[in-house]
C-alpha cells in the first residue's frame, strides 16, 4: 500500500479512495513530455497506433476508475480504450497499465503535436474488500 499522507477528497463507500492526477504534453511522433502531476512514476508511448501506457508510483489494492482526456487542436478528439485487462493485478503489482486512443470509429489513431493528455486516475488504498469480491 502507498506510503504517503493523503487528503480526504469525497464520501465513498469504498475505504481508502485515492485520486491521482497527470497532465502531459504530446509531442513529434506521439512521443510524452512535460509530465506534471503526483503519483504516477511513467507515462510511456508504446509501440503501435496511439497506445500508452502508465505505471503508478505507488502500488494499490484496486483501479476503481480512470479517466484520460485528449485535449487536440489539429485532429478530431480521441476516445480511449484501457486494453489491460489485468488492470488490477498491474496496480497491485506497480507494473505498466497500457491503452489506446482511437477515434469514434474505434480505429486507433496517433496523437498529433500539440496535444495534451490529462488522466485522472481512482485508486483504493485500502486491502479492505468491497461488497462481492
Given at each position: 500500500?502507498?506510503q ?14 485515492t485520486?491521482?492526477?497527470?497532465r ?18 511513467t507515462i ?6 496511439g ?33 489491460d485487462?489485468a488492470?488490477d493485478?498491474?496496480i ?20 498529433t503535436n ?7 486516475v ?5 486491502s479492505?474488500?468491497?461488497k462481492?469480491?
Amino acid at each position: 500500500m502507498a506510503q504517503r499522507n493523503f487528503r480526504p477528497a469525497n464520501l465513498s463507500l469504498e475505504k481508502g479512495v485515492t485520486i491521482l492526477h497527470a497532465r502531459c504534453s504530446i509531442g513529434a511522433a506521439g512521443a510524452v513530455t512535460n509530465i506534471q502531476g503526483e503519483g504516477f512514476s511513467t507515462i510511456t508511448k508504446e509501440s503501435g497506433t496511439g497506445a500508452y501506457s502508465f505505471t503508478l508510483a505507488d502500488k494499490y489494492n484496486r483501479l476503481l476508475d480512470a479517466d484520460i482526456q485528449i485535449s487536440t487542436a489539429t485532429t478530431a478528439s480521441a476516445n480511449i480504450e484501457i486494453t489491460d485487462t489485468a488492470f488490477d493485478s498491474a496496480i497491485q503489482a506497480g507494473t505498466k497499465v497500457t491503452f489506446v486512443c482511437v477515434d469514434y470509429a474505434g480505429a486507433a489513431v496517433t496523437l498529433t503535436n500539440p496535444s495534451i493528455m490529462n488522466i485522472k486516475v481512482i485508486v483504493r488504498n485500502s486491502s479492505l474488500k468491497s461488497k462481492g469480491e
